[in-house]
Nanobody
Framework: QVRLVESGGGLVQTGGSLRLSCAAS????????MGWFRQAPGKEREFVAL????????YYANSVKGRFTISRDNAKNTVYLQMNNLKAEDQALYSC???????????????WGQGTQVTVSS
């Protein structure tokens, strides 16, 4: 079993920054991709960013490209999401997940965290 715990969410003003963390524990595979997804009330869950096992490949949703940066520390089994220049439309519950490769679709992610709320005020 794999456990994912997110942290770092909170209330921030428009234009502000937050750094989310996701710590993985348990029976993680030797190599895996990690991704961040978000879901706002009344909307479907959407892909935000992902990073490959080695950290050399990262992909972003167009809506966050240039503002968000995903990174990982494999020694700590932790992935980070640095979010800058936050906008009202970024407000959502952010969840991290593990996949066996590099996938944008949430269908390929096997384990999910409970999520951390990001609230952006004007």
């Amino acid at each position: 079993q794999v456990r994912l715990v997110e942290s770092g969410g909170g209330l921030v003003q428009t234009g502000g920054s937050l750094r989310l963390s996701c710590a993985a524990s348990g029976r993680t595979t030797s190599s895996y991709g990690m991704g961040w997804f978000r879901q706002a009330p009344g909307k479907e869950r959407e892909f935000v960013a992902l990073v490959s096992w080695g950290g050399d490949n990262a992909y972003y949703a167009n809506s966050v490209k240039g503002r968000f940066t995903i990174s990982r520390d494999n020694a700590k089994n932790t992935v980070y999401l640095q979010m800058n220049n936050l906008k009202a439309e970024d407000q959502a519950l952010y969840s991290c997940a593990i996949s066996r490769g590099v996938y944008v679709s949430s269908a390929y992610y096997d384990y999910w965290g409970q999520g951390t709320q990001v609230t952006v005020s004007s």
